[in-house]
């Protein structure tokens, strides 16, 4: 005799001839979980009772045709209309989700978009990919949808502006070494021009942020937006890329690091934001160390930024930018959950 256990609920006892008739009418299943006689799990599988039991095979009964079959199923079930109903798929936020990561692509690729609006567009989808990744991890009840597409298209805004309408962002005097030789200008047009141009960049939005804030905005918030204003600042450099030195590229070459454009890149630009939102909170909670924080925000992300671009661009240090990249990460993560230890720190110096 045997029990049957299923859903972590022992049926029966049965004999065996009675479970073979189980098993062939569909009723047990042979991945069904077994126990003896006394109703003790034995580590088997009725498949393996039976087996034991030299059974060797079984015909699972299916007297009706295919036709039959479906037809009992029923039309209603495999054509649910009550699903298309406007007002039930509109209320399915998963389902819009869903469609939308899925089919937008494709959209895309049927709209007469042009070159630019077409990289740009698509950077977009990849942004929203990364924006729903950040707020599944990083959301607190402070955050909100306008605050994000807010932050977001303000960060679009400053760039436009700064480097492409006014090009303001070439009076930083550190620009002059761009064609610098030396290690020491290097040096100085990636952390001086590029590093602390972009994070300041990315910065300003959050900034201004925590000049309007309405209540203290807590560490994981500012984070979030942080991340949000990277994403945005990585979908205009990722365009850039794209349409520019990328497209001189091989195929190959050009495939990868147009990916390397909509994935990684912006994620990594994304991370030293956050690290600067991290330092933002912190300087709105605790404004008698508002400048030093905000010198951490935007220097400790300059210098990342800085240290991996000279990687990228010196071959011999140039196996450095991964493990910087997943350095930064690790940094983040850090100080979210030391946020406790920092808030001590400025406290006890209060």
Known sequence: ?????????????????????MVEYGRVLKCDKAADADGQYVGKTI?????DNNVK???????????EQIRKIGKDIIFPRQGFRSDVWKSDINLIIMAGVGLLPVVLGSLPLGNYLTFYAISLYFSVIWGLFFYYIFKTRQVTIRTTLTIFFLTQIFVFVLWEFTGLIRLNPFYSFENSQSLIGQVLFFFGGVGLSEELVKAAPLLVLIARAREPLVPQTMVYYGLMSGIAFGVYEGVQ?????NSQMDYTSSFLWNIARLTSLPFIH????????????????YP????SLIALAI???????ATYDIACNYALIGFFRIPLMFFSVILLTTYLRRGRDLQERLRNLM
């Open 1 to 21: 005799m045997y029990y049957v256990i299923r859903n972590n609920k022992n049926f029966g006892p049965y004999d065996l001839p009675t479970l073979v008739r």
């Open 47 to 51: 498949g393996d009772i039976l087996s």
């Open 57 to 67: 095979k079984i015909n699972i009964r299916s007297q009706e045709s295919i036709i």
């Open 241 to 245: 890329y794209q349409l520019g030195v």
């Open 270 to 285: 994304a991370l030293w934001a956050g690290t600067a939102g991290y330092f933002i909170s912190f300087a709105l909670l």
């Open 288 to 291: 008698t160390y508002f400048k």
């Open 299 to 305: 220097g400790v992300p300059a210098l990342l930024h």
